[in-house]
Each structure stands twice: as structure tokens, then as C-alpha cells.
Nanobody
Framework: VQLQASGGGLVQAGESLRLSCAAS????????MGWYRQAAGKQRELVAK?????????ADSVKGRFTISRDNARPKNTVYLQMNSLKPEDTAVYYC???????????????WGQGTLVTVSS
């Protein structure tokens, strides 16, 4: 499985960005995709995740501002993260992930995309 992420960049506080991550390869029909982020000097944290059936889960810090969605059209599964009302504390490297054979309650990741940097200036 390969994950290809895109969409990071530099924005000002209050602006929006949309991240995309396309997964290809041996993807099970039951899976979870989503995003973690890691800010400088901090641990990686889960931002949002979505199951193949569309169930979602968000970190409290992004609820109401970020929206995760996905397109399951084969041959690729693509996950999106629409980030609105961005804050300086959202600055981090964002990593997409895929967890095969899992439902929304599953944890961890089997595969990772390359990180994409999001920088929010104040």
C-alpha cells in the first residue's frame, strides 16, 4: 500500500487549507484512513479519522473547524481534510495513514504517507 499526501502550505490565522491523501495497493474493504500531526517538540497526535463506511472521529482541538471526508472509488481510496479557521497551534507536519481491516474504533496505523507541512502564521 502506498499513500501520497498533498496540500500543505503556509497560511495566515483564520484561513483554510485542504489536505488530500490517495491510497493505492492492497486496501481491504474495511479500513480506516485519517490524519495525525506532529508539532515541533511534541508527540504525534490523531487529528481525525474516517472509516470506509463514513464514520468519523475528531480530536477535540479541531472539532467544528476540520472536516474529514473520503472517496472510495477504486483503484484508489482518497481521504481529505478540510481545515478551516486555522490557528497558529495547528502548525505541524500532517501525516495521513491507513489502517487495514479495521472499523472506526480501531487504533494505530498500518501504512503512512509522507508528511506535509502546515504552517499557520499569526
Amino acid at each position: 500500500v502506498q499513500l501520497q499526501a498533498s496540500g500543505g502550505g503556509l497560511v495566515q490565522a483564520g484561513e483554510s487549507l485542504r489536505l488530500s491523501c490517495a491510497a493505492s495497493g492492497s486496501i481491504f474493504s474495511s479500513n480506516v484512513m485519517g490524519w495525525y500531526r506532529q508539532a515541533a517538540g511534541k508527540q504525534r497526535e490523531l487529528v481525525a479519522k474516517i472509516s470506509a463506511g463514513g464514520n468519523t472521529n475528531y480530536a477535540d482541538s479541531v472539532k467544528g473547524r476540520f472536516t474529514i471526508s473520503r472517496d472510495n472509488a477504486r483503484p484508489k481510496n482518497t481521504v481529505y481534510l478540510q481545515m478551516n479557521s486555522l490557528k497558529p497551534e495547528d502548525t505541524a507536519v500532517y501525516y495521513c495513514f491507513l489502517l487495514n481491516g479495521a472499523t472506526i474504533v480501531g487504533s494505530g496505523a498500518d501504512y503512512w504517507g509522507q508528511g506535509t507541512l502546515v504552517t499557520v502564521s499569526s
